[in-house]
């Protein structure tokens, strides 16, 4: 199935450092979501996003919608050992329902 | 109060065999949706079902794959002569509507020998 292009793959960073992530695609999306997810564990919502344009932060972590509806990127600043994990973005379009399309993920590892 | 839950977390099985996996949605949650995750990949859509509405069933992959869901309240997804290309992780998620956010249960790792 689709999914859409996320970078960095992966990132080994020592904590206090800031991470940015991005995601993008051919096709427009009408939201924007991303999750984390920890080993064994289903994804978790961090942030979602509505409008093109927007920026939206939720404590250390902050995301923009794309202006042209087909990117978006999120930061975590100051990171702590517990942002290990794989960021997935994902695009939904309004089928009717909300149709996710995820992104390749990319997995934080955070040195103390 | 209680969220996605799946069984079984984890399934082996020989190729050839058929599988079910269950998902139970957060109470009251009228939409369903169940996720293939293949290993280091991000998550694909299977199928979605709201309520008593016929489901959208473009997600999968082929007519080996099937899924019910009784109401709103519990799902299967059943794989039939699965073949080891169906290894991954099944993910089922729940939503409080269409269009609200979707509520991730830990998934169900299935590995066809």
């Known amino acids: 199935g689709q999914q859409l292009n996320q970078s960095p793959q992966s990132m080994f960073i020592q904590e206090g450092e800031d991470v940015s992530m991005n995601c993008t695609s051919s096709?427009?999306?009408?939201?924007w979501l991303w999750y984390k997810q920890d080993p064994g564990e289903g994804p978790v919502l961090l942030i979602a996003?509505?409008?093109?344009?927007e920026l939206t932060s939720n404590g250390r972590l902050t995301a923009q919608f794309g202006i042209t509806r087909k990117d978006s990127f999120l930061n975590i600043s100051a990171s702590i050992p517990s942002d290990v994990g794989i960021y997935f973005c994902?695009?939904?379009?309004?089928?009717?329902?909300?149709?996710?399309?995820f992104g390749t993920g990319t997995r934080l590892l955070v040195s103390p | 109060g209680a969220g996605v839950s799946q069984s079984p977390s984890n399934k082996v099985t020989e190729k050839g065999k058929d599988v079910e996996l269950r998902c139970d949605p957060i109470?009251?949650?009228?939409?369903l949706y169940w996720y293939r995750q293949r290993l280091g990949q991000g998550l694909e859509f299977l199928i979605y079902?709201?309520?008593?509405?016929?489901?959208?069933k473009s997600g999968l992959p082929s007519d080996r794959f099937s899924a019910e869901r009784t109401g709103e309240s519990v799902s299967t997804l059943t794989i039939q002569r699965t073949q080891q290309e169906d290894s991954a992780v099944y993910l089922c998620?729940?939503?409080?509507?269409?269009?609200?956010?979707?509520?991730f249960g830990p998934g169900t790792r299935l590995l066809v020998l």
């Open positions: 998620a729940s939503s409080l509507g269409r269009a609200e956010t979707q509520y």
């Open positions: 096709s427009i999306f009408n939201t």
């Open positions: 996003l509505y409008k093109a344009g």
């Open positions: 994902a695009g939904g379009v309004n089928t009717g329902f909300q149709k996710l399309v």
């Open positions: 109470s009251g949650h009228t939409a």
């Open positions: 079902f709201q309520g008593n509405s016929a489901p959208d």
